[in-house]
């Protein structure tokens, strides 16, 4: 969280500070309004496409079984490039907006669990992946002075923020389908002699 806030903060510090000295362009307190308000929005726009995908959209469409939501090893290979596990646990991924909680499942360690699990993660980097793209949008809400100088470099510090954990959920995506898949391999291993017994009860009757 700290890392999180520092590069807000940092950011919007940035901006300020090379308007101030290099744009005579754009006035103090606009400027001091303009670089304070970008965040604050930005933070607030992603609220509500975060809102409006997790609430509004059905789970059917980021469920474990849908296919084209499922990691390549290209893409995983692609991450290994960014040294991905070095960073990972370092980067804020912000869940606030997902209804998943371990307390809901009896055995954490069930398919059902892993399943959950997998759809809150694809609900994960839609979330970041949109808010880092409709970042953008907010460009043409602000005066034109300000669109290049002020929100544009926000966005892309929203966007950078946005794509980070993206990365890290489509990463640690094909290690939870392994793990579901031998979950179930299990427990149809510990089904089946139930039923081979359920079976052979019901003939000798």
Not at 120 to 145: K, M, T, V
Not at 167 to 179: C, E, F, G, Q, W
Request: net charge positive.
């Amino acid at each position: 969280m700290a890392l999180y806030l520092i590069s807000i903060i940092g950011g919007d510090l940035l901006i300020f500070i090379f308007n101030f000295f290099f744009n005579p362009n754009i006035e103090l307190v606009p400027l001091i309004i303009g670089t304070a308000v970008a965040p604050v929005a930005l933070i607030a726009w992603d609220g509500v496409i975060a809102t409006f995908i997790r609430r509004a959209l059905p789970n059917k469409w980021y469920d474990y079984k849908v296919e084209w939501r499922k990691v390549s090893q290209k893409e995983c290979k692609f991450y290994d490039a960014l040294h991905i596990k070095a960073w990972k646990d370092k980067v804020l991924e912000l869940g606030v907006f997902t209804s998943f909680s371990k307390k809901k499942i009896a055995n954490p360690r069930s398919r059902e669990y892993l399943e959950q699990f997998i759809l809150e993660c694809n609900y994960g980097w839609s979330i970041h992946l949109w808010n880092a793209i409709l970042g953008f949008a907010l460009i043409f809400c602000y005066p034109a002075s300000f669109r290049l100088p002020v929100i544009l470099p926000a966005c892309i510090i929203n966007f950078v923020l946005g794509m980070l954990p993206f990365m890290i959920l489509r990463y640690n995506l094909p290690r939870l389908h392994r793990t579901r898949d031998i979950v179930e391999l299990k427990e149809n291993r510990n089904n089946a002699p139930k039923e081979q017994s359920s079976e052979q009860t019901s003939s000798e009757s």
